[in-house]
């Protein structure tokens, strides 16, 4: 469009309604330019006219002047002149373009339209509709990009307004990017209203952690407090959206519940205490347990939320130091670390340009749903075709070429069929459907969206499907969908069993590793579910539980900014697990339920707090930039991973973030060439896929875009890490930027061998069997909500109120079967526990399936109690009550 041509050879054009993210509509005229024509220069909206090769556009003339001072004057007849009580002061477009295009006064004297004020539209938004200049960018993003027309125009002429449906909430998941959007102060968040102005607040860009997708964001803060988080454009991540939870999130960390001194258990109480002994009383029972039990009698849990830098911190500690492999960024609730970074990985932009996307995970809008806006607005544009592979319907499911259901168990089996060459159609699919899936996984340009679709089924059984698609699918890419904010860095960085820093295994890496650090395990440990079986043992103290877990107690048990109590799918294995572990560490930064069964409490920095890197799904490489300082004596994770260590009588030989990342640019092997230099270098802006691609690859250059104040209001001032790019073209950096330093430091001796090979292609995994259910048993299907009990929603006040009950979700047909109506009670019995839900019907699951949201609140019990991880699926009888 002329708009952005022109912006892109220097000359800005004011505007309302346009944004680039969005479809242009003309709506406002604030664009209009002159635009040359076979009858002389006429006025046009320059957002809706293409440029065409040797146009003449004028931007300046006096007619376009007086054209920009009719419509301001038109929008100032009815908004009020309230900036100093409105949040959008210091930062409004319409502020800032009426003093730079608008006539300096107006001629109505008459009184303005007024509206109750504000009026919340959700629990997170408030409106307020004098304000509002009809520019319909939140109409736009609500039904083009969030697919979710739940915010309209009402009314007429004068009485036009922006408003909500009366029988339909403003319930989005991405209402907050309305209120960024918004040109005036018509829409606010409830958060923010009225807590700062724009003047006051200093800001840093920074990466969001609250799930995997990894979005660019701008942290503002005042006075060492969160303020807000504004979405940045990145065209490879987000495009400038953030859903609610990511933006509204920081709330936890300006919480007043923060752990700000060590703890450690004096007479059956949390005493504070120094750092000193506090990790002296670690090291004491980690040298204990090593003694009495063998170094595999430690475990740590966790790490998905730390940075880059202090997950490599912890894995050289218990991996180099202490010599334990049981670590596990996962909870239980991932897949198998070796198949996550063993299966060839895809860029969101891969994804969403694809022929065929194949959605084998769980709903994506309530666990990435970034990823969801992405692959949806593809979707709808005419983009990739999806097959979705699910136990039922997912916010994708509209836009899906082919859905194709599947018992939980049964996912092999349904990939099977479908890529056979004679795979014959499951039951209930029509010979139609069936042969268009069957045509769209043939396609060309295929990639796989792999996750972990029920807490209540082994993710062995969908890796194994993964796995296949991978082995008859040679061309095929994925993108694995983990929940967890860097538990992709996080296993990159070795805290999974088997692994070491790099994307290497343990045995691949082992003389690399043992080199330079002096030592590693000498065989594989024990995962999360392994690590409190052994714990569960020693609580029950029962023969044949011991044996199961194995003859190893779990002596000492590190938790890394985790909540195995909230988060692991068996909460029962959990609590007894933790119960049994000999001695507890809780690495946190808020009390939990883990801290009060802690021995020892160790104070850890938060996110916004420490500066560092994370590694998103698409093995995206971006900085995290530190806007506050930690409360009271609360240190960053890798520090406590160093002054342990030095607590041991060892030295990581890691002073600051900046060693700890020369560290592991040097001997991470799918870290290789990513100095510094690259990770601040203007091309690094949009972040750094992992591994760098190799020096004889050619990359197209990419147009990088500036940050549009106007698109995207109060971000125009952020300080970028990395020069900002603007207009022209940048090149995507390769390992070749890398070589200059490699070469110096090669010359000073710092020769780091010949380094092992990644890990690549299908690994051996152990995929349990599945017996088939009988006549009148049930299968669970456990599904992850964005709103949950988890402490990124709970210790939040904003978020918290969102928290909805579970029903039961059960096929119709199962109900009329069972003569139970939809809003009746029902028990849930397995074979160790049971609850009690309200059923709705859904036609979606497949007979002998029901389904429940994981980690929500129930009328009795919890779903995590019903879940056995020892079975591969959960089978349970319905009872009527």
């Known amino acids: 469009m002329l708009i952005a041509a022109a912006e892109r050879a220097g000359t800005f054009i004011p505007r309302f309604c346009y944004h680039p993210r969005m479809k242009s509509v003309g709506v406002c005229r604030m664009c209009l330019v002159e635009v040359g024509g076979p009858r002389g220069p006429s006025l046009q909206p320059s957002c809706f006219v293409e440029v065409q090769d040797g146009a003449e556009v004028v931007t300046t003339s006096d007619k376009v002047k007086k054209a920009q001072d009719g419509v301001l004057e038109f929008l100032l007849v ?8 409105c949040d959008k002061g210091g930062e409004c477009p319409l502020q800032d373009q009426t003093l730079a295009y608008g006539p300096g006064e107006t001629r109505f004297v008459e009184e303005k339209r007024h509206f109750e004020k504000p009026i919340p539209i959700s629990e997170l938004v408030l409106l307020d509709r ?3 200049i009809q520019c319909s960018r939140c ?6 990009v969030a697919g979710e027309a739940q915010i309209d125009f009402i009314g007429r002429g004068e009485l036009i307004e922006v408003n909500t449906f009366p029988d339909l909430p403003f319930t989005s998941y991405f209402s907050g990017n309305t209120v960024q959007i918004c040109p005036v102060g018509a829409l606010t968040a409830t958060p923010y209203r009225f807590t700062a102005r724009p003047w006051d607040l200093d800001q840093v860009e920074s990466t969001c952690t609250t799930c995997s997708v990894g979005c660019r964001v701008a942290v503002q803060s005042s006075a060492n407090r969160v303020t807000r988080l504004l979405g940045i454009d990145v065209d490879p991540v987000n495009h400038g959206w953030l859903c609610d939870k990511g933006r509204f999130a920081y709330e936890a960390v300006n919480g007043t519940d923060r752990l700000t001194d060590p703890l450690v258990r004096k007479d059956g109480d949390l005493v504070p205490v120094s750092w000193h002994e506090a990790l002296d009383a670690v090291a004491r029972a980690l040298e204990a347990s090593r003694s009495k039990h063998g170094s595999g009698s430690v475990g740590m849990i966790g790490g998905g939320r730390l940075t880059n830098e202090g997950a490599y911190a912890w894995a050289k500690l218990a991996k180099g130091v202490i010599g334990t492999d049981s670590v596990d960024a996962q909870l239980g609730d991932g ?21 065929t996307v194949i959605v084998l995970a769980g709903d994506l809008r309530e666990e990435v749903p970034i990823l969801f806006l992405r692959l949806r607005g593809a979707a709808a544009d005419g983009g990739p075709s999806i097959v979705e592979l699910a136990p039922h319907s997912t916010a994708l499911t509209p836009y899906a070429t082919a859905s194709l259901r599947y018992q939980p168990g049964e996912a092999s089996a349904l990939v099977g069929a479908l890529i056979a060459p004679d795979g014959a159609a499951p039951d209930g ?8 899936a069957r045509d769209l996984v043939g396609a060309d340009n295929v990639v796989v969206v792999v996750g972990r679709p029920s807490l209540a089924e082994d993710g062995a059984l969908v890796a194994d499907a993964a796995q296949l698609l991978a082995s008859r699918l040679p061309g095929a890419r994925f993108l694995p969908v983990l929940r967890r904010g860097n538990v992709r860095g996080a296993l990159d960085m070795g805290l999974g069993p088997g692994l070491l820093p790099g994307r290497v295994t343990l045995e691949a890496g082992r003389a690399y590793f043992v080199e330079h650090w002096g030592s590693v395990p000498d065989e594989e440990g024990r995962d999360t579910s392994a690590m409190l079986a052994a714990g569960a043992a020693a609580a029950d103290s029962a023969a044949d539980s011991a044996a199961a877990a194995g003859s190893q107690p779990l002596d000492t048990l590190i938790v890394l900014g985790a909540d195995p109590l909230s988060d692991f799918p068996d909460r029962r294995l959990a609590r007894r697990g933790l119960d049994g572990a000999g001695f507890v560490v809780a690495v946190a930064s808020a009390p939990g339920e883990v801290v009060e069964r802690a021995d020892v409490v160790l104070p850890a920095a938060e996110a916004h707090e420490r500066p560092g890197t994370t590694t998103n799904i698409e093995g995206r490489l971006s900085r995290l930039g530190q806007k506050l300082v930690p409360p009271g004596q609360a240190w960053p994770d890798w520090m406590i991973a160093v002054e342990l260590a030095a607590h041991l009588g060892e030295d990581l030989g890691l002073d600051s973030v900046a060693d700890v990342w020369d560290e592991i640019e040097c001997l991470a092997p799918a870290y290789r060439g990513i100095t510094r230099q690259v990770l601040e270098s203007p091309t690094a802006t949009d972040g750094v896929l992992v591994p760098l691609p190799s020096v004889e690859v050619a990359l197209p250059p990419r147009r990088a875009a500036p940050l549009d104040p106007i698109a995207f209001p109060g971000v125009e001032s952020v300080e970028r890490q990395g020069a900002p790019p603007r207009a022209g073209l940048v090149e995507m950096p390769t390992a070749a930027q890398g070589a200059e330093d490699e070469a110096g430091r090669l010359a000073a001796g710092g020769d780091t061998g010949r380094a092992p090979v990644l890990l690549a292609g299908p690994v051996e995994i152990a995929v349990p069997h599945v017996a088939p259910n009988d006549r009148y048993s049930f299968r669970l299907v456990a599904t992850r909500r964005l709103y949950d009990r988890g402490s990124a929603v709970s210790r939040v006040p904003a978020l918290g109120a969102l928290v909805q009950p579970a029903p039961l ?26 609850a009690v839900l309200e059923v709705v019907p859904d036609p979606s699951l497949p007979r002998q399936v029901a389904a429940v949201d994981f980690n929500v609140e129930l009328p009795e019990g919890t779903v995590a109690d019903l879940v056995d991880v020892s079975h591969p699926v959960v089978e349970f009888r319905l009872e009527t009550l």
């Not at 009815?78 to 009580?85: A, S, T």
């Not at 109409?139 to 083009?144: G, H, L, M």
């Not at 897949?335 to 022929?355: C, E, F, M, N, R």
């Open 130 to 132: 004098e304000r509002c």
């Open 429 to 436: 699919v029509s010979e139609e459907s069936w042969q268009r």
């Open 809 to 834: 979700r059960v096929n119709p047909h199962d109900l009329d079967g069972l003569g139970v109506t939809s809003g009746a009670s029902v028990r849930l019995r397995t074979a160790t526990a049971s």
């Open 335 to 355: 897949l198998p670390a070796k198949v996550v970074l063993g299966l060839p990985t895809a860029t969101i932009d891969q994804a969403t340009s694809a022929d």
């Open 139 to 144: 109409t736009r993003f609500a039904s083009e």
């Open 78 to 85: 009815n908004h009020p002149l309230d900036c100093p009580v």
